[in-house]
């Protein structure tokens, strides 16, 4: 019997039931069905589409270009080779700026076949977040570097290092959990941050750049495979050391899930 067939598909709830186990979980960005199939027989629990396919598809400078028409094309191919994984979709630029869209949009993100929706933002956001939760959309909220706002932030900058700007993010983060976000994901965060963070929400927490202590691990499929362009602190290219695109998957759900991936190098104090 082959590991694919004895698998069990991963749930909101066996991702929540990990995080009460102290158990961690893998997760990776994909654009397409050849991918979404590999990722997913290697063990990868959640796939994330996400707005990163304007940057590493596309060649944009930004996320800020990337279309609800894109997210839906991309969705329907990863839903299209996915047997397994739990399916999370990024809710583009713009696209849940009032009620009426954003109903919309992550209505027509759930047909092509997320699972979840991805939204960036603090304690703006939780309205929309409890719009989406009363109607049976699962949240995931994005906070920390929050690429859509670069223009704000002014640049891929780590937040909440300010002992002020902390306490902000950890009562929006509250705030959104009470709204009915079900994953937190943080991106750019110091890792202490990220551990309090994750210590005191009852929901997932998923990491990046955000260090070892949050419930899952996420990376840029195309950063994993060092053909990035830019190498940030906390990517690590897996295939380096692997002898194929697969064993370097497989690799990386290993380092995730015995503590190995984050080390120290990719996380910031
Ligand atoms: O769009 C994306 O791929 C993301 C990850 C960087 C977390 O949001």
Known sequence: MSLQS???STTLNSLIRMKQQGEKFAC???Y?????RLLDEAGVE???VGDSLGMVLQGHDSTLPVTMADMIYHMQCVKRGNQNAFLIADMPFMSYSSEAQTLDNAAALMRAGAQMVKLEGGAWIS???RLLAERGIPVCAHMGLTPQSINRIGGYIVQGRDPRQAENMINEALLLQDAGANILLLE????SLAKTLTDTLNIPVIGIGAGPDT????MVLHDLLGISPITPKFVKNFLRD???IPDALKAYVSAVKDQSFPASEHSFV
């Open 32 to 36: 397409d069905a050849c991918f979404a």
């Open 6 to 8: 004895v698998r069990k």
């Open 46 to 48: 959640v796939i994330l």
């Open 242 to 244: 692997s002898s194929s």
């Open 28 to 30: 990776l960005t994909a």
């Open 215 to 218: 419930t899952g691990q996420v």
């Open 127 to 129: 309205s929309t977040t």
């Open 188 to 191: 750019c965060v110091p890792r």
